[in-house]
């Protein structure tokens, strides 16, 4: 359909003669590309919400994908029956599972154009001093350890390659607005954001871009965890009430930005991070 309409809206043929005409037959077979056709992504976290979703739309965009999750029930359940996406168990807090995981993408695929660190994990949201160090230490683990080793095992075979690559780490609106409440949690946003900068800074003269998205809250089941209240209409109300969109996030929204990212339309922009929360920072 969406061939039909930009062909039919540049020239005033019947479909049936849009596609005898050898001018219009040239835009269909570049518009019927997929905006990330012949890449490959290695996407974490992608057994349910963000990772899920972005792994989804990699791979409706022409993308093959390397499901990475510790859980295989969920990875599994991602990959389902598509032929554009693998499943590999791994946990983020180990080297060698990275070394592993970057290996089997390779293999299985031929190369790794895309990185997308989204595994990520938090306490619930409760006063800062009842915070245990095992809550600390699990939340810097898989939130920053994960995002170092991720880009330690990507970085070297994307320069190798010289064909640039793509670094998208998914961090959070608490990186730049933290909250009472999650402080550790905000803090380990904080320095994927940071790293997201100075990543882009360092790699930039290889052709690597390295961005981070900042959603707000959505709905994937965590509402309670991130907000400390029940999920219930009252308090959705409650907490979007200076969200100028007037609504929680959703996976697609983040998962639509995860792909202008990491597809051409985004070539010239690297070392943002970009907030996708409904107008809630301004």
């Not at 037959?25 to 057994?47: F, H, N, P, S």
């Not at 991130?226 to 100028?244: A, H, L, S, Y």
């Amino acid at each position: 359909m969406r061939l039909i309409a930009i062909a039919s809206s540049t020239h005033p043929y019947l479909y049936s003669e849009v596609i005898q005409h050898p001018e219009i037959r040239w835009q269909l077979r570049i518009y019927d590309m997929g905006r990330l056709d012949e890449k490959v992504a290695l996407v974490t976290g992608a057994g349910s919400g963000f990772g899920a979703g972005i792994s989804h739309a990699f791979a409706a965009e022409g993308a093959k994908v390397l499901v990475c999750d510790i859980n295989e029930e969920g990875g599994m359940k991602t990959v389902g029956s598509s032929t554009n996406m693998a499943f590999h168990k791994m946990d983020v807090t180990k080297a060698a599972d990275w070394k592993a995981a970057v290996d089997a993408t390779i293999q299985k695929f031929g190369k790794c154009d895309i990185l997308v660190n989204n595994a990520g994990t938090s306490y619930r949201n409760k006063p800062t001093s009842d915070v245990t160090e095992e809550e600390f230490q699990k939340t810097f683990d898989v939130n920053v350890k994960g995002v170092f080793l991720g880009c330690n095992a990507w970085v070297p075979q994307a320069i190798q390659n010289k064909e640039g690559g793509v670094i998208i780490n998914i961090a959070s609106v608490g990186a730049s607005r933290p909250r009472p409440g999650l402080v550790w949690y905000n803090a380990s946003k904080g320095a994927v954001a940071n790293a997201t900068k100075g990543l882009a800074a360092e790699y930039g003269a290889h052709q690597i871009r390295v961005n981070s998205i900042c959603p707000l809250v959505t709905s994937t089941g965590l509402f309670s965890h991130f907000t400390g209240m029940e999920d219930t209409p009252e308090n959705r109300q409650k907490f979007i009430f200076n969200v100028p969109l007037g609504r929680i996030g959703e996976v697609e929204d983040v998962s639509s930005t995860a792909v202008f990212l990491a597809s051409s339309d985004a070539k010239f922009i690297t070392g943002v991070n970009l907030d996708v929360d409904g107008g809630r920072c301004i």
